[in-house]
C-alpha cells in the first residue's frame, strides 16, 4: 500500500504488488511516493479503503488534472514530499490497521528527475485524438506515466500515448517536419479554470 503525489491537494492512495516495485507509480506519473505497508491482498484493500476515507483522499486522479500542474511543482525534493510525510504519520496513526499489515516507516521516492520536469514549460494542449495522415512532430521536453510533454511548432503540448494504441507509426518526411502539429488538439484547463492557449 502506498501514498502517492503529483501536486499541492493532489495525492492518493493505493496498493500495488511487491515484486513490482515502484512501475505502478511510474506509470501513473507519480512525482513522488512512500510506501505505508506490507502485507496479504486482502489485508490491504481493506486498509486502502479506511486509510483513504480517514484521510480524505481519493484512489483515482485524473490525468488532466495530474498535467496542468506538472510546470508548477516546487524544485525542493523536501517541498514536494513535505505533504506526503504528514498524510503518512497520520496514515499509521488511523484505527484498524489490521495485524497482517506491516506498517512501513515514511521514505519518499522521488521522480521529479526521472520524468525530466526540472524547467518544464506548462502546457498549452493536449492532442485530443489521433487521425488518419495526422502528425505530430515535437521535441520531447518530459515523460510521466503515459504523458510525453512536446515542444511543437505550436507550443507545448501533451500526447498521452495510449491514444496510440492500434496505430501504425511512421517517421514523417522532410527536415522541417519535426515540429508540424496537424492533429486535433484542446486547450489544456488550469485547476482554476481555462487556460488561455494558442488552440
Excluded: N
Amino acid at each position: 500500500m502506498y501514498l502517492a503525489w503529483f501536486g499541492s491537494g493532489m495525492v492518493k492512495v493505493g496498493i500495488t504488488a511487491v515484486e513490482r516495485g515502484s512501475a505502478r507509480l511510474l506509470e501513473q506519473g507519480a512525482v513522488c511516493f512512500g510506501w505505508l505497508g506490507r502485507g496479504p491482498l486482502m489485508a490491504a484493500r481493506r486498509t486502502e479503503e479506511v486509510v483513504r476515507a480517514a484521510l480524505k483522499v481519493p484512489d483515482r486522479i485524473p490525468y488532466a488534472e495530474k498535467r496542468v500542474v506538472r510546470a508548477a511543482l516546487p524544485e525542493a525534493i523536501g517541498e514536494r514530499a513535505a505533504e506526503l510525510a504528514a498524510l503518512h504519520g497520520r496514515a499509521l496513526g488511523v484505527y484498524g490497521w489490521p495485524e497482517a499489515l506491516e506498517p512501513v516507516p515514511f521514505q519518499v521516492v522521488d521522480h521529479f528527475g526521472v520524468f525530466g520536469l526540472d524547467g518544464l514549460p506548462a502546457a498549452e494542449g493536449v492532442v485530443s485524438e489521433l487521425v488518419a495522415g495526422g502528425v505530430v512532430g515535437g521535441e520531447v521536453l518530459a515523460v510521466a506515466g503515459p504523458d510525453l510533454h512536446l515542444a511543437t511548432g505550436r507550443g507545448v503540448v501533451v500526447l498521452d500515448t495510449r491514444l496510440m494504441t492500434g496505430w501504425e507509426l511512421t517517421a514523417p518526411a522532410g527536415e522541417g517536419a519535426r515540429d508540424v502539429l496537424t492533429v486535433p488538439v484542446r486547450e489544456l484547463k488550469s485547476r482554476g479554470g481555462v487556460q488561455d492557449g494558442l488552440f
